[in-house]
């Protein structure tokens, strides 16, 4: 079980680097990289174009990957934090300890992988971002239709105060 949590942890890992490595490719680079390497640098110019739907996807699956890994760690934690509480206390409300210790090493884990594949995506942003673009156009072409749906509700709340929940940074402010 600990091997699938590691795998989530993995992609989650990967899908911070592909996000990293997008943002530190301009727009202009993206078009050179469709003429040098026609497939992955056209698949990095149409996930470069469609910011809102890959940051929407995206963030989306580093949540749901992470969120999966740490309840799989809550079910089945690992024998070395498997302490007998018995021996600590009489109290059944000590039973909590185990799995919350687990889900915090699985947090803690998940935000050095999270950080690693970060800066590793940013020291070569045009390499990770060719690499890891099949990963991100897969990730957005099966996420960003259920994230719409999720966001659906929000927005029809929402409507009323002019407002829409977006995922893309909002634009620079205008010099004066």
Do not use: C, Q
């Amino acid at each position: 079980m600990w091997a699938v949590l590691f795998t989530l942890l993995g992609i989650r890992g990967l899908l911070a680097a592909v996000e990293s490595a997008l943002y530190g490719t301009s727009d202009l680079r993206a078009k050179e990289l469709k003429h040098v390497h026609p497939r992955r640098g056209a698949r990095v110019l149409r996930l470069k174009t469609e910011r809102e739907a890959v940051a929407a996807a995206l963030r989306f699956g580093m949540v749901l990957f992470g969120f999966t890994a740490a309840s799989i760690a809550t079910l089945g934690p690992p024998r070395l934090l498997d302490v007998p509480l018995g021996a600590l206390t009489d109290s059944s409300l000590l039973s909590w300890v185990t799995p919350l210790t687990s889900a915090l090493m699985v947090a803690i884990l998940a935000s050095v992988v999270d950080t690693s594949f970060r800066a590793w995506g940013s020291a070569n942003p045009e390499g990770w971002a060719l690499r890891l673009s099949g990963l991100a156009l897969v990730v957005t072409t099966l996420l960003y239709p259920m994230m719409r749906l999720l966001v659906a509700p929000l927005n029809v709340m929402l409507a009323p105060l002019g407002a829409k929940v977006r995922f893309e940074a909002p634009p620079p402010p205008l010099e004066e």
